[in-house]
């Protein structure tokens, strides 16, 4: 018989603890134990992008990453980009380019575009299609996810002119 293992983490910028079985995914912890529903295990494989977390400031799969890895680690969602009730700028602009159709799979999307912008604040039509290839959406809103890119990309770059 396991027995589960107490871990210590930062989420969403707030200290937490949990006891977890050795079996269970980051994104299992999420749901269940924190009722964070954003990242979503749809594939089970790593393969579709639903699941995407920050763990020390990297984007994982949360449904392969196991939960005792996170003990002492920084752990961001989707539901921790806002910040005081006004949304992450590539969150607006998902929403401003319509850039989902059923929402199931634009959590993921958003992280990993949060990340590409860090790692290409430019990113041509093709870094952008190579860098989300991982990110499936079953509704077929790529053009409206890439339209959601540039947009953001823009936003951001004003930003830091102005800054």
Not at 68 to 77: P, Q
Not at 141 to 146: G, K, N, Q, S, T
């Amino acid at each position: 018989m396991t027995t589960p293992r107490r871990i210590r983490f930062t989420l969403n910028g707030k200290s937490v603890v949990a006891d977890v079985m050795p079996e269970e995914s980051l994104v299992e912890v999420l749901q269940y134990r924190f009722d964070l529903r954003g990242a979503r295990e749809s594939c089970g494989q790593g393969l579709c992008g639903c699941c995407t977390v920050y763990v020390d400031l990297k984007p994982v799969s949360g449904c392969l990453y196991p939960a005792v890895l996170a003990d002492g680690a920084r752990v961001d969602t989707i539901e921790g980009l806002a910040t005081d009730d006004v949304l992450d700028p590539v969150q607006q602009a998902f929403i401003d380019a319509g850039a989902f159709q059923c929402g199931f799979c634009t959590p993921g999307f958003i992280m990993m575009v949060k990340q590409l912008l860090k790692d290409h604040p430019d990113p041509s039509d093709e870094e952008v299609r190579h860098y989300l290839t991982g990110n499936l959406c079953r509704c077929s809103a790529y053009p409206e996810i890439l339209d959601a890119v540039k947009l953001a990309a823009g936003r951001l770059a004003q930003a830091r002119a102005h800054a």
